[in-house]
């Protein structure tokens, strides 16, 4: 275990080294900036769509940095000729995965707490109301659903030797599931054999990332 963790802080060092981390304090000034322009309106309302784009960026942003980092991970291992000097014998290969899997999840949970952190400081002093346990369930949700997704990049970096084509296909393959994985089983009933038969097997077989966006729940307030 020491070894998992060992690579697991060489990941979270590397991760705040690059660009990434600037982007994300960026990204993250952006959003108080816009919660903050709530006071420039008079329409209460307008509390609720501007939480809506937050909870849209730190979405976005914690895809973007799940999967950008992971895909990077095991290519530059090889291009440095640092994996082999470690897969010699100090570290077996599963180690070396799951140091690489923990890291990058420890890494973008970490983001991902800066980015609720300054969402429910700025929401909450506009509305004078926090809603912890919401916040807890959402980003708990959220960090279970990145896991998935950091181990389909990090499979895929596995595979491909390109950090670029891991992102691609990464990126297209969560959006889609996102976006349409939940509807297969309607869009199934309305189809001949075999599609139908298609569409509930993808639709069985895909891991359901839907299930763990609660972003309705924290925008309108709703109570568990």
Not at 72 to 95: D, G, M, N, Y
Request: glycine share 4%; with cysteine; proline share 4%.
């Amino acid at each position: 275990m020491n070894t998992i963790w060992a690579l697991a802080g060489v990941v979270i060092k590397e991760l705040y080294r690059r660009k990434d981390f600037y982007v994300l304090f960026v990204l993250t000034a952006l959003i108080t900036i816009a919660a903050g322009m709530v006071n420039f309106f008079n329409d209460p309302k307008i509390v609720r769509y501007v939480k809506d784009i937050c909870m849209l960026l730190i979405w976005v942003s914690a895809l973007l940095i799940a999967i950008v980092t992971t895909a990077r991970q095991i290519p530059a291992e090889r291009e440095s000729r640092t994996i082999f000097p470690l897969l010699a014998k100090p570290v077996t290969r599963w180690q070396f995965i799951l140091g690489k899997f923990f890291g990058c999840w420890l890494a973008t949970g970490m983001a991902l707490l800066v980015f609720y952190v300054f969402f429910a400081i700025i929401t909450g002093s506009r509305e004078q109301y926090w809603p912890w346990l919401t916040y807890v369930q959402a980003i708990w949700l959220q960090w279970a659903m990145l896991a998935v997704v950091i181990a389909l990049s990090l499979c895929g970096s596995i595979i491909s030797a390109a950090p670029s084509s891991t992102t691609t296909i990464c990126f297209i393959a969560v959006a889609g599931i996102l976006l349409v994985g939940g509807h297969l089983n309607t869009v199934a009933l309305h189809q001949a054999q075999p599609l139908q038969t298609i569409f509930y097997t993808i639709y069985f077989l895909i891991p359901h990332l839907e299930w763990f966006d609660i972003r309705d729940r924290v925008v309108y307030d709703w109570v568990c």
